[in-house]
């Protein structure tokens, strides 16, 4: 369930950028005929867009468990950037209408990275620590948010890892390469640490 609202918040919020995109490109191309023709040809599936955008984000939000401060973040500019958007496009402002659009791409990218400068970082005292403690740590503070610090939280589509089948080659490979909502770690964390992490995971199985 969780992964299926993920893709389609995921896909609204493209298509949405979208027709963002083609009425910017029209409005500074000062084509005005068309800009209002694909407006009203494209005003209901405007709608249907926003209404899924909307609703599949407040479920994402409740949960999923990642709330930081690249949230918070994000809800200021969104609610910055609809009333702008609209006044942008009403005044035929390009200069707002193209400061709308950066902010758009700006809340996806916040989204996508989990932080409001692009930059994921782990968190958590590393410094002379290995093997199961050191997975321990990184696990705590970079994976317990979804997956509870005993692995059954289940939050954001994560499985429950008390009961994974996967061995820990595998889960190496998920935390590797990351898998439907759960993000890569191959450029945030060396390979002893997703060592790391797997060995810690093993031993919370039954």
């Not at 060592?195 to 995971?201: D, E, T």
Request: net charge positive; with cysteine; proline share 1%.
């Amino acid at each position: 369930m969780f992964t299926g609202m993920l893709h389609t918040h995921s896909l609204s919020v493209i298509l949405f950028v979208v027709l963002f995109l083609v009425k910017t490109i029209l409005l500074l191309a000062n084509a005005d005929s068309a800009l209002a023709s694909f407006t009203k040809r494209t005003q209901l599936a405007d709608r249907i867009i926003s209404v899924a955008f909307l609703l599949t984000g407040i479920y994402l939000t409740i949960y999923s468990g990642l709330i930081g401060a690249w949230f918070w973040v994000k809800i200021i500019v969104l609610i910055c950037v609809i009333p702008l958007s609209i006044v942008a496009f009403k005044k035929k402002n390009k200069i707002l209408v193209v400061l709308s659009l950066m902010m758009l791409v700006y809340i996806y990218g916040i989204s996508e990275m989990k932080s409001p400068v692009f930059k994921k970082e782990i968190k958590g005292e590393l410094a002379g620590k290995s093997g199961i403690e050191l997975g321990q740590t990184i696990f705590e503070n970079n994976c317990a948010s979804c997956h509870g610090m005993d692995g059954k939280r289940m939050l954001s589509g994560a499985k429950d890892l008390t009961k994974s089948q996967l061995t820990a080659e595998e889960q190496i490979r998920v935390i590797r390469n990351g898998k439907n909502s759960m993000m890569a770690y191959k450029k945030l964390l060396t390979e002893e640490q997703i060592q790391a992490v797997a060995g810690y995971v093993q031993n919370m199985k039954h």
